[in-house]
């Protein structure tokens, strides 16, 4: 069955450090991949996707993603985190339809 | 550009009641969805269309409608409101790949309807 799992419901960084969101997903087909950020009270907006081409991606506010297909992951990362990076994240997969496949989100706190 | 519109932003029924949640985009993007959120089960993908008169079900159809009349509007209506119903509801639209239909383009969001059902 395809699908998409978010490890870690709920990550807590120090500002500066390192942030890692995993994104994993199951799927015979090569997939699309996206990542999606919403803050409070707000829709959500792309931050950055993978489609074909090069497996790391550059997305807004200093995020990026590799795509590995042999560990079937996209993890998102930044290399230092900032207050206003508080938000929930949502890993999205497409597997050559019509549908976009959430995963249950991760809750980014970061702590001053 | 307004993008996409959601109204209300939100409602309180009654258990039986019935309403519909409005879903406006400008942005000429074939493809329109309905996803509800619940905490800690994500996105779920209630109904979706790929263009004017063309519809299907998502992950989570039961006890929901639309229909798409036009590129822009794609409704959702609850005919008979539940507690279970009881969610934040966001639209989105997309353009779609010339590869297949695959939804390879950004989604854009409305900034969502919170309904409680009592």
């Known amino acids: 069955a395809q699908s998409v799992t978010q490890l870690g419901s709920h990550v807590s960084v120090s500002e500066g450090a390192l942030v890692l969101l995993r994104c994993n997903y199951s799927?015979?087909?090569?997939?699309?991949l996206f990542w999606y950020v919403q803050y409070p009270n707000q829709g959500l907006q792309l931050l950055l996707k993978?489609?074909?081409?090069?497996?790391l991606v550059k997305g807004i506010n200093g995020f990026e993603a590799e795509f590995k297909k042999s560990e079937t992951s996209f993890h998102l990362t930044k290399p230092s985190a900032h207050m206003s990076d508080a938000a929930e994240y949502f890993c999205a997969v497409n597997f050559g339809n019509e549908k976009l496949t959430f995963g249950t989100g991760t809750r980014l706190t970061i702590i001053p | 550009n307004a993008g996409v519109t959601q109204t209300p932003k939100f409602q309180v029924l009654k258990t039986g009641q019935s309403m519909t949640l409005q879903c406006a985009q400008d942005?000429?993007?074939?493809?329109m969805s309905w996803y509800r959120q619940d905490p800690g089960m994500g996105l779920r993908l209630i109904h979706y269309?790929?263009?004017?008169?063309?519809?299907d079900q998502g992950e989570v159809p039961n006890g929901y409608n639309v229909s798409r009349s036009t590129t822009e509007d794609f409704p959702l209506r609850l005919l008979s409101a539940a507690p279970s119903q009881t969610s934040v509801y966001f639209c989105?639209?997309?353009?779609?790949?010339?590869?297949?239909?695959?939804?390879?383009?950004?989604?854009?969001f409305g900034e969502g309807s919170r309904l409680t059902v009592l």
């Open positions: 799927s015979s087909v090569p997939p699309y």
């Open positions: 993978y489609t074909t081409g090069a497996t």
């Open positions: 942005m000429n993007h074939e493809y």
């Open positions: 989105a639209s997309s353009y779609l790949s010339t590869l297949g239909l695959a939804l390879t383009g950004e989604l854009f």
């Open positions: 269309s790929v263009g004017a008169g063309i519809t």
